[in-house]
Nanobody, 123 residues
Framework: QVHLVESGGGSVQTGGSLKLSCIAS??????MGWFRQAPGMQRDGVAV???????WYADSVKGRFTISRDAAENTVRLEMNSLEPEDSAVYYC???????????????????WGQGTQVTVSS
């Protein structure tokens, strides 16, 4: 069983920045990513990274968010800049057993999930 623990959420004003971190209990070679879920909404993919360091982003965060992965530390991070109120949500770290696929931004592709960390952006 893989355990994922997120940290780094919080409250900022519009235009601010936050950095999220996710530590895995064991080394992972599959696809990893960040998802977010606002109240009453589905869980959406934000950014994913392969074990080789290739990255993909949802259109809504391109140019503002950066995902990175450190295999030595079993860590995946999400740097979020120019935050907007629409970015407010619970952010979840996710890990998959398999490599990133064409459906890599779909929650159904991931077996392991963290507990989530709240991000609130006020106007």
């Amino acid at each position: 069983q893989v355990h994922l623990v997120e940290s780094g959420g919080g409250s900022v004003q519009t235009g601010g920045s936050l950095k999220l971190s996710c530590i895995a209990s064991t080394g992972l070679s599959g696809c990893m990513g960040w998802f977010r879920q606002a109240p009453g909404m589905q869980r959406d993919g934000v950014a994913v990274v392969s074990d080789g360091g290739s990255t993909w982003y949802a259109d809504s965060v391109k140019g503002r968010f950066t995902i990175s992965r450190d295999a030595a530390e079993n860590t995946v991070r999400l740097e979020m800049n120019s935050l907007e109120p629409e970015d407010s949500a619970v952010y979840y770290c996710a890990a998959a057993e398999k490599f990133c696929t064409l459906a890599k931004l779909a929650a159904s592709e991931y077996e392991y999930w963290g507990q989530g960390t709240q991000v609130t952006v006020s106007s």
